[in-house]
């Protein structure tokens, strides 16, 4: 597993209250983590509405990147720390490009020092 600190455009660390945003990287294929509705999930649909509306090429990479975060911390909702979910990390990835390219870096990054099998799908 892997640390990813989020930086924003400019490569600057994304901060919330103090801390930095970060979520843990894990290998494709470790066990995933139980299925929970956050509030997280139905803010982010909420606010945005692009999770429902989101491309098909996009909806699957987002769950393909989904099963390799296995945590975050510094994420708040209304204040409070976000409960981390698979479905929240779904519809944060959703709504972030920025932040789901980082961690598809990452992913790749891993299985490039041989620590994870590429699952990429070739076509």
């Known amino acids: 597993m892997m640390i990813l600190h989020l930086r924003d455009e400019n490569g600057k660390p994304v ?12 290998p494709p294929g470790t066990p ?3 299925v929970r509705t956050s509030d997280a999930l139905v803010w982010f649909t ?3 509405r692009r999770a429902r509306g989101a491309r098909e090429e996009v909806r699957v990479e987002v769950e393909r990147l989904a099963d ?3 945590g975050w911390d ?4 209304r204040g409070q720390p976000l ?3 698979r479905s929240a ?5 959703t709504q972030a490009p920025l932040a789901r ?3 598809a870096d990452a992913v790749a990054d891993i299985a490039q020092l041989g620590l994870l099998p590429d699952k990429r799908e070739t076509r």
């Open 68 to 70: 390799s975060v296995h």
């Open 83 to 85: 409960s981390f979910s």
């Open 89 to 93: 990390v779904i519809a944060f990835l």
């Open 101 to 103: 390219q980082q961690v």
């Open 74 to 77: 510094g994420f708040l909702f």
């Open 32 to 34: 995933p983590l139980p």
């Open 46 to 48: 909420k606010k945005g």
């Open 15 to 26: 901060m919330s209250n103090g801390k930095p945003l970060t979520m843990t990287i894990a």
